[in-house]
């Protein structure tokens, strides 16, 4: 018998950065994976992570 999943998913977070050209480090796309419950937050998530690139911390949102 097969297991149902249950309703957590895994997403991508991103950084705001990603169309600033005035980047201190170098170019390109900081991004995180992580899981949800999609029946607890149904609305696309925001965390305050580390971003590489920048080389400060940012607020990383959701993408498809």
Do not use: D, V
Not at 30 to 58: A, D, G, M, V
């Amino acid at each position: 018998m097969g297991k149902n999943k249950g309703s957590r998913i895994i997403i991508t977070l991103e950084c705001e950065c990603r169309n600033n050209k005035s980047l201190k480090r170098k170019n390109g796309i900081s991004r995180y994976t992580t899981c949800k419950n999609k029946r607890n937050t149904p609305n696309r998530l925001e965390i305050k992570k580390f971003c590489t690139y920048c080389n400060t911390h940012k607020t990383f949102k959701e993408i498809k």
